[in-house]
């Protein structure tokens, strides 16, 4: 009896082991990712995976919480989504610990119009769209300033929102809405400034459909690169470091140019 019970607990240990590696498969990469261009993106670099042994299997995420959340528990081995300044403030204020791999794309954010179809055009108390989440609102602030809408106090930085508005000329009503509602929002307001995978989603192209857009030479373009992101600790898993290589080689920078035409732009 003593010889079969050792027999039939090692085997349930051996299939346990097998059921971990399985559950834990060091060649397939589980990633997070927004729709348009991110999941895109991946999807092309999927067969360039292959190629050097491994899998990618891909989730959607239509929201900016969740991918970051299931990296932090595990859920995922990575995503795709984000910009360095949304991941900053997204850590400290959730005690997340996830961090940059490689930096991927710019996504010019651009200024479109809704009511008022030209800068010329728009009145005192027009309405203006921008996202709501942490660093976008920022950068949407920072774009309105560029063309002499706003001015922002001048210690405002990365963190900025409508209350870090020194001048309103045009007494201006700034009207924060979550970055996906955006494209429908420009039916009720006169101009909105949208996200560019959200833009890119609705059929809008910042380099041809905006009034007004970040420059891709400029501070904005190193500073909200797109980011391919894990939890700290996973930076040098060998999937992991192809993954990043791939996503900024050659093949990956014609793709995003020849897709997008200028609404999305490769860092490499």
Do not use: W
């Amino acid at each position: 009896m003593k010889r079969i019970f050792a027999f039939a607990l090692a085997l349930l240990l051996a299939v346990g082991l097998i059921g971990c590696a399985k559950g834990n498969d060091s060649k397939t990469v589980r990633i997070g990712a927004s729709p348009t261009p991110h999941k895109l993106i991946l999807e092309f670099a999927a067969p360039l995976m292959e190629k050097k042994g491994y899998k990618l299997e891909i989730s959607e995420y239509q929201d900016y919480v969740i991918p970051n959340t299931a990296v932090e528990s595990g859920e995922l081995d990575a995503n795709f989504f984000q910009h360095q300044p949304y991941l900053t403030d997204f850590n400290e204020k959730n005690s997340t610990h996830i961090v940059a791999v490689a930096a991927v794309h710019y996504e010019p954010f651009g200024l479109y119009a809704g009511k008022t179809k030209s800068l010329d055009e728009l009145k005192d108390g027009a309405s203006i769209a921008i996202p709501n989440d942490g660093s976008n609102e920022a950068r949407a602030l920072y774009l309105l300033e560029q063309e002499g809408l706003i001015r922002l106090k001048e210690d405002a930085g990365f963190t900025a929102t409508i209350l870090d508005i020194a001048e309103n000329p045009k007494n201006l009503d700034i009207i924060e809405v979550a970055a996906a509602q955006l494209p429908r929002s420009l039916e009720d307001v006169d101009f909105a400034v949208i996200n560019g995978n959200y833009a890119i989603q609705a059929g809008l192209n910042a380099s041809t459909d905006a009034l007004a857009v970040e420059s891709a030479d400029g501070e904005a373009a190193k500073t909200y690169a797109n980011i391919l992101c894990v939890k700290e600790g996973n930076e040098n898993n060998e999937a992991i470091k192809a993954l990043a290589e791939i996503l900024t080689g050659p093949d990956v920078a014609k793709y995003i140019n020849d897709t997008f035409a200028g609404a999305v732009v490769p860092m490499s």
